[in-house]
Every structure is written in C-alpha cells, then in structure tokens.
C-alpha cells in the first residue's frame, strides 16, 4: 500500500510538472512591444520612430558655468521635499516587484497546535497535539504571475522616470528662479546708477533756478524723474527679496534661511544649436514615463486574459498529529500528504469579460497618453528653440537702441546746458535711456529662461557637436 501511495505522489508530481511545461502553449503574447510615435528626425525633416535612449543627464546645469548654481543644485537633491516624496514612491514600488515575484515561489508555513475536545454522546475527552509544514504553490501555468511581475517592473519604471522628471523640473526651476534673482540685482544697480544720475540733475536745476535761469517747472520735472526712478528700484528690491524667498522653499529650506550676496552676474549660456535632433527627446523623463505605462498596461491586459483559464496549485503537507506531546514525534504519528488543485471560475456574471475589456481601455489610453507626450515635446523645443534664436536677435536689437539713447541723452543734456532746448526733452531722454537699458536686462533674462527652457525640452543638454555661436 505505501509503494502504491508513493506511486500516486510521483505521478502527482509529474502531472504538475507536465502543466508548467504545456502552459507556454496559452500564455499571453509578452507584453514587451513599446509603443511608436512618428517625430522629424531633426523638428522638420523626414521621419523616425521614436526609441527608448538614455535617461536624462543630472549635471546638465553646469553648462551654465557658475559656482553659485553648482552649490544650490547640490542642495537642492538632499533638501527638496517634493523628490523625497517621489523617492519615497520609487522605494514603494520597488517593494510590489519584489511582493510579485514571491509569488513565483512556493510559501511555506510552520503550523503547531494543541487542543481538547470531548465527544457529542459524552464519552470520555481526549487531547490532541500537532505540528505541521504545509507547503502551497501556484504553478503559474498561463504566465498569470509573470505578467503581474511585469506591471510592477513597469510602474516601477515610471516611478523613477517620474521622479527624474520632478528633479529635472526642480532644476531648471531653481536656474530660471536664480537668473531671475540675477537680473533683478543688475536692475537694482542700474537703478542706482539713474537715481544719483537723477540727483544730480535735481541739484544743478536747483541752482539755475536759483539763479533765475529756469522757472519752477524744471525743478518739479527733475524732482519727479528722481522719485520715480527711487519707486522703481523698491518695486526691483522686493521681487528681489520674493525670488530669494521661492528658491529657499524650492530647496526645503525657510523663506528667510537662504542668504545670497548679490553679484549682478548673469549665467554664461551655452551656444544654440543650429539643430536639434529628435532622438534627443528620447531622453525626456515624461516620454519614457509615458512609455513605461504602455508596456504595465499591456501586461495588465495579459493578467485579464488568464482570468479565463483554470488555476493550477500544488499543496504539501508534512506534520505530526498525537494525542500526547511525548509522542509527537513518533514514526506512528507521522502525516503527510501531496496533491494538485485545479480551480476555474464558470460564472461570473461577466466580471472577467468586464476586467479585459477594462484593460484594454487603460492600454488604449495609456498609448494615447504617450502620442501626446511627444506630440507635445516636440512643440515644447520648436517654440523654445524659436525663442531662444529669437531672444538672442532682439539682444543685439536692444543693445543697439541702447546706445542710441544714451546718444541722445548726452546730446540733450549738452543742449539744455547751453540753454537751446528745455528741462522737459532731458527729462525725456533720460526716461528712454533708462528703458532701453532696462528692456535689453530684461530681454537677456527672456534669453536666458529661453535656453533653460530648451534645456529642460531635451532631456538636459544637447550634444555639442551640433551647437554654433
């Protein structure tokens, strides 16, 4: 009878085995196609699909040579709350892929128990002790569990490209936060420079009216041009004082603990590129974000489709049973027991057809989703790159109408000193000087958010070898 048992348990084992090996036979189609989207091989050219590349650069700031942003850039990794919060999910899903592969493994329990019990017709009572290895394990016949592997390995992905993502936009927010804060330093000192200019003026037109050589009007006209310019520089110092205040919170830090002496110094940006390759977008965060949901929706879908199929498990069991504990571990009191289970659900009221047809909307949205990714970086770098060329036009444009002013306001000045024209055409002048000084600052810093922008677009840099001046 025992080699009879024996016999049974290997042919249960061998029918097991058997199912695993046939079950390559209905498993899924692997989910492991990424999706693709047609893009300009260079934002105009002819046509490539798109490939998944390599992940964006994280030192793609120090293309700005300054020290000063080196350091925050640093402090920004270790002190920004948002990408703990975003490490705190990529450790979570971390977590579900090992949770999923366990499942590909038998679980074994230690099982131990004592009990007492009398009969129902009053008869003596009897005691019991027992102490059990059960053994269970899912034969993942259909690839059921696999592809559950496979959607954790996927969100995983996006987890971290998610989180590339925020850091990425997490540094090009602090450069373009710091080049604002330089900008409005060197507004500050322009400013400086025009109200001594401005006071200057005030006190020589008080003299002359003194000297009854202006009337009255000259010096309110020169008192006002003065006020104005001290208005502005204010106005300047507080949006000075806010910025430094954004950039201290972006890196975890008190609005007020960030102390930063100003330099009036703007970043050295980085040639343009002439070109820009598509491929570059491959590095993008947000794209391969996209992708990686694609490919966790599909393995989802190949979940949905196994629900159709029977469950195939296997069950051990080998323990001791006594009715003293001296004699737990005796040959006699030996138990043990060897089995497959087959389970398969024949009505659900269509909550399996319900489930596939579920994942194969999420699949049909999770491609959407990646189409528009790209469809919208691709904009993203035709706009910024259009911007930044354009930017660095107006710059020359602006720094000649500069100098035009200033011109103009050395001229009238000499004229109002030999008294050919009034108080009021320096007054003009001075006011457009100061302007134009002001909109060509303010269109180097339009440039150079222009260029942090495109940076950000592509990845965090572009090669070099396509860059011109």
């Avoid at 024996?6 to 209905?26: E, I, P, Q």
């Avoid at 080196?70 to 990408?83: F, K």
């Avoid at 694609?294 to 196994?306: D, E, I, P, R, Y």
Wanted: charge should be neutral; aromatic fraction near 6%.
């Amino acid at each position: 009878m025992k080699n009879k048992q024996t016999g049974h348990s290997y042919a249960t084992v061998l029918l097991c085995l058997s199912l695993a090996g046939c079950g390559s036979w209905f498993k899924p189609p692997a989910p492991s196609q990424r999706p693709t989207v047609r893009v300009p091989e260079a934002f105009g050219a002819a046509q490539n699909p798109m490939l998944l590349g390599e992940s964006v650069d994280r030192a793609w700031w120090t293309l700005f040579q300054d020290p000063v942003l080196d350091g925050l850039q640093q402090q920004l990794e270790s002190g920004n709350v948002n990408l703990q919060v975003l490490s705190a999910k990529v450790r979570q899903a971390q977590a579900s892929v090992a949770s999923a592969q366990a499942s590909l493994f038998p679980s074994v329990s230690l099982n131990a128990g004592a009990g007492r019990s009398v009969s129902a017709a009053g008869g003596a009572s009897s005691n019991s002790v027992s102490l059990g290895l059960p053994l269970a394990w899912e034969i993942d016949v259909w690839g059921r569990i696999d592809a559950q592997t496979q959607v954790a390995k996927a969100n995983l992905q996006a987890s971290r490209e998610d989180m590339a993502l925020a850091r990425l936009s997490a540094q090009a927010s602090l450069v373009q936060i710091y080049i604002a804060m330089r900008t409005a330093e060197r507004q500050q000192a322009v400013l400086e420079l025009a109200q001594a200019a401005y006071e200057r003026a005030l006190t020589l037109t008080r003299y002359r009216y003194e000297a009854g050589v202006v009337s009255a009007a000259d010096v309110a006209q020169a008192e006002s041009q003065w006020q104005s310019a001290v208005a502005q520089g204010i106005d300047v110092q507080t949006t000075r004082q806010q910025l430094s205040h954004s950039l201290s919170v972006l890196l975890g830090q008190a609005p007020s603990a960030l102390q930063m002496s100003a330099t009036q110094a703007l970043p050295v940006l980085p040639a343009l590129p002439a070109l820009v390759p598509a491929s570059l977008l491959q590095r993008r965060p947000d794209i391969r974000a996209a992708e990686s949901r694609v490919l966790a929706a599909q393995a989802q879908l190949g979940v949905a489709q196994t629900a159709f199929f029977p469950t195939f498990s296997f069950a051990a069991n080998l323990g001791f049973k006594s009715t003293d504990l001296a004699s737990l571990l005796n040959a006699s009191a030996r138990l043990w027991s060897l089995g497959p289970t087959l389970a398969l659900s024949l009505l659900d009221g269509g909550q399996r057809q319900a489930a596939k047809d579920d994942a194969k909307a999420a699949l049909e949205l999770a491609a959407l989703n990646y189409q528009q990714a790209v469809l919208t970086a691709l904009q993203e770098v035709e706009d910024n790159l259009v911007a930044a060329h354009q930017l660095q036009a107006q710059e020359a444009a602006q720094a000649q109408a500069l100098q035009a002013a200033q011109r103009n306001l050395r001229i009238t000045e000499a004229q109002y000193a030999a008294g050919t024209v009034s108080y009021l055409n320096v007054v003009t002048a001075q006011a457009s000087a100061l302007t134009a000084q002001r909109n060509l600052l303010e269109v180097q810093s339009r440039r150079a958010l222009a260029v942090t922008q495109l940076l950000k677009n592509l990845g965090g840099r572009w090669d070099a070898d396509v860059a011109v001046k």
